[in-house]
């Protein structure tokens, strides 16, 4: 599945996408959140399994199977996660494909539940930054393509807030693709 948002604004514009199912813990959830500025844009993923998924993260992390999580593991992972995500992720500028820049190392949390009676989870948060191209009208359509872990059923969600003086306006919803 490829979870597509498009955005109109005065330099970003909020749309979302949900989807429902009677077991969500099927479903890896989708939380973006993009912050635009007038000269660039922060945009962070986070990508929450539960349950079976979270632990089919976790056999994927623990490569090993020694049920820890070595330093060299994680680095493992979190290099196979930015490769991923450099052909999954995409930010559209006014028609413009713009370049995302990591900005930090991505996050990996796996939280055992204690007793083995609440739900397995494991996140995922990935963070990059992009330079926002000037716009001769001040305004520009984003668009963020998001098709991490496409295999895998989604929800959905998507967060803009603006900062330096940038206003937000609606123009069409999110769509699925």
Known sequence: MILRWVMALWLAVPCGLAMAHSNLSEY??????????????????????????????????????????????????????????????????????????????PEVECAV???GEAHLRFEIRLHFFADL????????ALEV????FADVPAMASLRVSAKDGIQISAANGGRER
């Open 133 to 140: 191209p000037a716009q001769p009208d001040g305004r520009a």
């Open 113 to 115: 539940p204690p007793g």
């Open 145 to 148: 393509n998001d098709s991490l």
């Open 28 to 105: 890896v959830q989708h939380d973006v959140h993009l912050e635009a500025s007038k000269s660039y844009i922060d945009l962070t993923v986070q990508l929450t399994f539960f349950d079976d998924a979270a632990e089919a993260q976790r056999r994927v992390l623990d490569c090993n199977g020694d049920g820890d999580f070595s330093a060299q593991e994680r680095e493992v992972f979190k290099k196979a996660l930015l490769t991923d995500a450099e052909k999954a992720l995409s930010l559209q500028v006014a028609g413009a494909r713009v370049d995302l820049v990591p900005r930090f190392d």
